[in-house]
């Protein structure tokens, strides 16, 4: 769903900083900080001779501009000036794809909030883009018919609002976010309605277990209201306009903004345009937040209970702000702990002591706190079991030396992580304006070297100060139908405290008996040189072996490769529905010659992680590595092909993992009505059964049958191999004719039969225990390589997204919607297209009916020029944006070669897409909006939640 007034999807996390890593010559000085909520900080290597603009001018030289400037810098990876009314700008040139970020960051949050305007830094993170007074139309139509992606974000002590488009719209890109920011508009009709928008929003979260589990720890932990992100509904409806601008007014003053500009630009144009555009309005003094509360002094705790199929056991610390000495090695700690799955949770919770189901770990660090959370899925039985062996292994870290290999686990895979970030304009303005807020963009060089000098004793010393009981607050999640434990804080801390150390001496006599193979670290590397140079994608060919395609891309010390088979869910039958998923997780549990824990401690010593996919017509392992480290890593992953483990035992693991991910798919308010869209659709045609199965499929899998689906739809099957980064031409295909060459090895041949389309419309009516309802219609559209594809994808940005049809009408003017949008599926032997809404329940039929009056009209009535072309335009800037990610590169390519269109299509697909002409549009609309033959379902909410979401979270009562 394309909705910017949620970060959902881009996995945006709320931390603080990040990572940092610059470039001298050719030479990297490498390593990275990955922030808690990894959020990553810039850094950008150079190449050859391009300077920066203007290198070696006079001051007398340089544009006239210039002097209407208080500070301005060039250095070799940014451009800094300060305004004189105070405000920072940073460009950074980067020119890798033609797309640009233009991003407004604020240093308010919801910690310098009013106590009478709790909930305004999220109110204005939805009103930003609903109009200006200076235009027009609202705002974020404009963005749509420049080919932008509007996103907005409101943090503990940050927000931000980021336009991201073709870089050849920059000019009028930054000119809407100067109106955006300088002259809103803040209509008090529409300000009503996105407040209600926001109430139903933190209804749906209350009731989402992790998301709500986190938010009440921090509760717990923290007596200010300050570290909370949302009010209460009261306080809310309480905000009119004139608090709206009393509060932007004070917090959004120039002086607390810094605008990046970061992309295909030269700095001197944008600098000539921000300053006429931004060099407006008086910086004023304003008065830092307090800290957010006292620090703990004793051991906390609470039980609540949910709509979830297993506990949830959540453990929160106090540790130190991003300023403090113990910062970078608290977030190397945390990686340690809960990052991968070689960290203490997964390898030795989940993998040894059997103790949990899942198990993560995150920092959030800002300018005056830290918080370190662990995250535990368990068994029922397994509570006390999962508490214990958590607070032993945190015990027998603070007691016990560590091994330098964990800490080159945690560096390497914070390293890629970094690289990961910054595969976007998006995620590098961000990156460079929260370093430059916290500190300056250029502290980079000093946190990398500190981070370089992390040793393992500054670990361990962190871990005893702030691992303790008396500075934890642990929150038990359990589901409703468990008997609740009724437990204190007092009576589980002593308990813990009396158990800890006959646990702490059992498991250290259990080590000492146990002996592991030593695994190597992989030694340094300076080799990677950066470039900008967009590489085509090329074609090699193994002989009696895969196709390979293969694109440089020497931006990052990456290698991303995709190994692919046709398949996925279209080969499914309703009898293994969800086999394809278990079979790949179950791939992964090792080799004969190697443990799974072995296996992944050395996978993340290379800093590499491996991802199973499975989509509908294809599925198969997404790898991402350090491009130093790419041989080493493709030694063990075909060492797991050549020969699985596949011990039965794990198997039984892997399917209850995959039940528990049914059930939290079934609470999804998108994932969960798509499921039931595509059921009503294609029936039992491989499409409409559910991705990871059912509960009776997967009960009835034998370890023989999962066998058997591996040997028919891997084993001797010619893959499809993508290798995107920074490797040299064809220089890795050699690894594909060792390993996938010769008689044996087959092409895949795929199912003739396509999906048979509605003969009539269908009604599907559904409910769920959630405090709104959702509105589904779906309707059948031609198969991928259709040549209506790109007539369908503009027709899903006319419609659907912020700024689309449906938005303006039923969400905007009407009020009757939270979020809408249109999903154009492209599928070989069948597509799809659906339209989403989520409505209140006293809504919800007049929003049905309302959705298909529009729909119908849609059909009817003729597309205004206007919006025709805001479509087109829109339909090609997401394509373009969305192209920044390799995996989405990855995807398409699979997709397009599928469909027999070839690699041209990646690079021909943005000019087909403006070759769609507007009675195509109208002609295609008339084809697939057919309401006759539909699939409508509706999917009823259930009672109206408190606004802490009681009805789903309780305490129980007290023990009499």
């Known amino acids: 769903m394309s909705n910017f007034y949620h970060d959902r999807r881009s996995g945006r996390p709320d931390g603080i900083i990040c990572a940092g890593l610059l470039m001298k010559g050719n030479r990297p000085i490498l390593g990275c900080l990955v922030a808690a909520i990894a959020t990553l900080c810039f850094a950008q290597a150079q190449q050859g001779s391009r300077p920066a603009p203007g290198r070696g001018r006079s001051v007398s030289a340089r544009p006239a501009f210039l002097q209407q400037v208080k500070f301005f810098e ?18 950074n040139e980067f020119r890798s794809q033609p797309v640009v970020a233009v991003m407004a960051y604020v240093k308010a949050g919801y910690s310098g909030e009013p106590e009478s305007s709790a909930g305004v830094s999220h109110v204005l993170q939805h009103m930003f883009y609903k109009g200006a007074r200076t235009r027009e139309s609202d705002t974020a139509r404009d963005i749509k018919s420049l080919g932008g992606l509007p996103s907005a974000c409101a943090r503990y002590d940050h927000s931000y609002y980021c336009i991201t488009a073709p870089s050849a719209q920059w000019k009028k890109a930054i000119e809407i976010q100067a109106d955006a920011l300088f002259n809103p508009r803040f209509d008090a009709e529409s300000l009503k309605k996105e407040i209600e928008f926001i109430v139903q929003e933190a209804r749906v979260e209350a009731e989402d277990p992790g998301s709500y589990g986190c938010r009440r720890l921090k509760e717990l932990g923290f007596k200010s209201a300050r570290t909370r992100s949302l009010a209460s509904e009261a306080l809310l409806r309480n905000l009119d306009r004139d608090k709206l601008l009393s509060y932007f007014t004070t917090a959004y003053d120039p002086s607390k903004v810094i605008l990046v500009v970061s992309g295909d630009v030269t ?110 899925e ?36 914070m390293e890629r992580s970094f690289w990961d970030q910054l595969e976007t304009v998006e995620g590098r303005a961000h990156s460079l304006a929260r370093f ?13 070297a500190r981070l370089r000098r992390v040793k393992p004793s500054d670990v361990q010393n962190a ?51 146990t002996t592991e193979k030593a695994l190597v670290i992989p030694p340094a590397s300076d080799t990677f040189k950066f470039s900008e140079v967009r590489f085509p994608m090329q074609r090699s060919s193994v002989w009696r072996g895969p196709e390979i395609f293969i694109r440089e891309d020497h931006t990052a010390p990456l290698v991303q490769m995709g190994l692919f088979f046709p398949g996925g869910r279209l080969a499914e039958k309703k009898e293994n529905q969800g086999i394809t998923h278990l079979m790949l997780r179950w791939l992964l549990q090792g080799s004969k010659n190697t443990p799974p824990d072995l296996l992944y401690r050395q996978l993340e010593l290379l800093g590499a992680r491996i991802t199973p996919v499975v989509e509908d017509d294809y599925f198969g392992l997404f790898l991402s590595v350090l491009s130093r480290n790419i041989e080493p890593s493709l030694d063990l992953l075909f060492e797991m092909f050549k020969s699985p483990r596949f011990d039965p035992e794990s198997l039984a693991s892997l399917k209850a993992l995959a039940l528990s991910e049914i059930l939290r798919e079934k609470y999804d308010e998108y994932l969960y009505p798509c499921r039931v869209v595509d059921r009503a659709l294609f029936g039992e045609f491989p499409y409409g059964l559910p991705r990871l199965g059912t509960d009776s499929s997967l009960a009835g899998l034998t370890p023989a049958q999962v066998r058997d689906w ?22 890795l295909a050699h690894y594909f004719v060792r390993n996938f060459s010769g008689s044996r090895y087959q092409d895949v041949k795929l199912a003739e039969e396509f999906a048979k389309p509605l003969e009539k419309r269908t009604a599907v009516d559904d409910s769920w225990a959630r405090s709104e309802s959702v509105i589904a219609i779906g309707f059948n559209a031609p198969p991928g390589g259709d040549e209506d594809a790109a007539a369908l994808t503009v027709l899903e940005n006319y419609v659907g997204g ?120 109208a002609q295609v609309l008339q084809r697939v909006f057919k309401l006759d033959r539909a699939a409508v379902v509706r999917i009823r909410g259930g009672s109206v939640r408190s606004e802490s979401g009681g009805a789903e979270f309780q305490r129980p009562e007290p023990r009499p």
């Open 74 to 91: 060039e250095t070799q990876n940014v451009t800094k000036a300060v305004l004189k009314n105070d405000l920072t700008v940073l460009v």
């Open 267 to 376: 700095a001197y144009e944008v600098l000539k345009e921000v300053i006429r555009l931004y060099g407006r309005g008086k910086s004023s003094a304003a008065k830092p937040a307090p800290p957010p509360g006292e620090q703990q002094t004793g051991f906390r705790f609470d039980e609540i209970r949910g709509d979830l199929e297993h506990p949830l056991v959540l453990m929160g610390f106090h540790t130190a702000p991003v300023f403090s000495d113990e910062y970078l090695p608290l977030e190397v700690l945390t990686r340690i702990i809960g990052e991968g799955e070689g960290s203490i949770l997964n390898r030795h919770l989940r993998g040894r002591k059997k103790a949990i189901l899942t198990g993560s770990a995150s920092l959030e660090a800002n300018s005056d706190f830290g918080y370190l959370t662990l995250k535990m």
């Open 378 to 413: 368990v068994m029922p039985q397994d509570i006390d079991k999962c508490e214990i062996q958590a607070f032993t292994a945190l015990e027998i870290l603070k007691r016990q030396e560590l091994d330098p290999v964990e800490i080159e686990r945690a560096i390497a895979g």
């Open 436 to 448: 430059e807020a916290l500190r300056s963009w250029k502290g980079m060089e000093d946190l990398i």
């Open 463 to 513: 871990a005893r100060k702030f691992l303790r009981l008396e500075n934890c607050a642990l929150l038990e999640i359990l589901p409703k139908n468990m008997e609740p434990r009724l437990l204190t804080a007092d009576v589980l801390g002593k308990t813990v405290q009396d158990l800890l150390s006959l646990s702490v001496e059992e498991e250290l006599a259990a080590r000492e008996k």
């Open 710 to 731: 591996h040997k028919a739809t891997v084993e001797n099957r010619k893959p499809l191999v993508v290798i995107i980064g920074d490797t040299q031409g064809t220089s």
């Open 802 to 921: 912020v700024g689309g049809r449906l938005a303006e009408q039923l969400r905007d003017q009407e009020g009757l919607v939270r979020t809408v949008d249109v999903r154009y599926q492209p599928r070989l032997r069948g597509g799809e297209i659906t339209v989403y809404a989520t409505t209140s329940l006293d809504a919800e039929e007049k929003a049905r009916q309302r959705l298909e009056e529009e729909l119908r009209r849609l059909v009817e009535t003729p597309i205004p020029f206007k919006e025709y072309r805001a479509a087109v335009n829109a339909s090609v800037g997401r394509y373009r944006v969305e192209q920044q990610r390799r995996s989405t590169e990855m995807s398409r390519l699979v997709r397009y070669l599928l469909e027999e269109r070839g690699i041209e299509e990646l690079t021909e697909r943005p000019a087909k897409l403006q070759a769609v002409r507007e009675e195509e549009l």
